[in-house]
């Protein structure tokens, strides 16, 4: 899913950079062609950096999750917090088999992309079991 989603990025971008170049003949044939080895690149590299660096494990007390490329983002969601859990399908996600856990907070929401549907229903329903249970005071 990452792969195709750089994919459309990059055919945006080589597409604006042809229709710059043929407007300012200085331009061309260098802004074309650089844009299209960066695009070739970031399509091959970004999406496997991507999936090489996204983590997250559901633990006993909260939910963590650690991704990004250059700058790694480390969350952890005490389950304690969370007040709402959806699963969210989208046209995208469906092309590749896969949905979006969203998990919301009072702080914001969290998410965890391209998991499989029964998976995510697996994940959501073990962190609603762990709401239902009452406090250990």
Known sequence: MWFWEETAIGLVVVAVAFGLAMGFDVLMPWLPLLAVVTELASV???????????RWGLGEE?????????????????????????????????TFGLVVLRVHTAAGATTIPGLQPTQADDVRDRILARLRTPDDL
């Open 44 to 54: 091959l590299l970004i999406p496997r950096m991507r999936h090489a660096r996204w």
């Open 62 to 94: 909260e939910l963590e999750l650690r991704h990004g490329i250059w700058k790694v983002t480390w969350t952890v969601v005490p389950l304690t917090r969370i007040q709402h859990v959806a699963v969210q399908r989208t046209g995208w996600t469906r």
